[in-house]
């Protein structure tokens, strides 16, 4: 069996797509496995699914896969760019990696587990050889999806309050359902547009079922609680 063959086996790797060229860097520790499409396929429009040709290709991609036999694994490929009339010029969906991500499907899943039963997150960084900014993506994709998949649901009760994440001054504002015990909301910083970033995702039916929230008197917060949640100054 060609290497080729065995890659595009391992990878699970389907048409149109298919592995053109594997390169073993015995050195450096790390295996490049090139993939391409053949001529004349049709992608599919991003907004309305219709079939359309290749216009063109965007600079060749490159993302980090899981590894195999303690190589690290790269995969390249020049991603197609379909023109719509209705919608314009649109790069699409490859069926590895998530659009803007460095990282493949189950890399990030990988990742994710990593983060899942290791205490902190920088623990989970050194273990994986990542940057703190590469696994913070990984976790905002997570958290992104989870989000999509969610159902609106009242919420009567919730906490709203800053943890420190780095060295110094940094601090991320967490919203927690206090009777689920689940964290609703994560974002970077603590400013007024941090909350409201929560409650402009809320209806009016969920902004209206609040009943308390705990939280402390830092003023951005309270600014935003009161413009956004009826009833918050009663």
Known sequence: MRD?????????VKAPWFVDKVDLKVPENSVDIWLDHGPGERWPCLECGKLLPC????GERVWRHLDTCQFKMLLHARVPRVEYPEHGVHQVLV????????FTLLMERWIIDVLTECATVD???RLLKLTWDEVWGVMERAVRRGLLRKEARPIHYLGVDEKAFRKGNSCMTIVCDLMRSTVEHVCEERKKSSLEEYYCRLSLGQLESIRAIAMGTWEPYLTATMAHVPNAGT
């Not at 080729?4 to 699970?12: F, H, K, S």
């Not at 069926?95 to 460095?102: D, G, I, L, M």
């Open 4 to 12: 080729t063959e065995l890659y595009a086996q391992i990878l699970g």
């Open 55 to 58: 216009r063109d290709h965007v």
């Open 95 to 102: 069926p590895w990696a998530e659009s803007r991500s460095r």
């Open 123 to 125: 623990g989970s960084r």
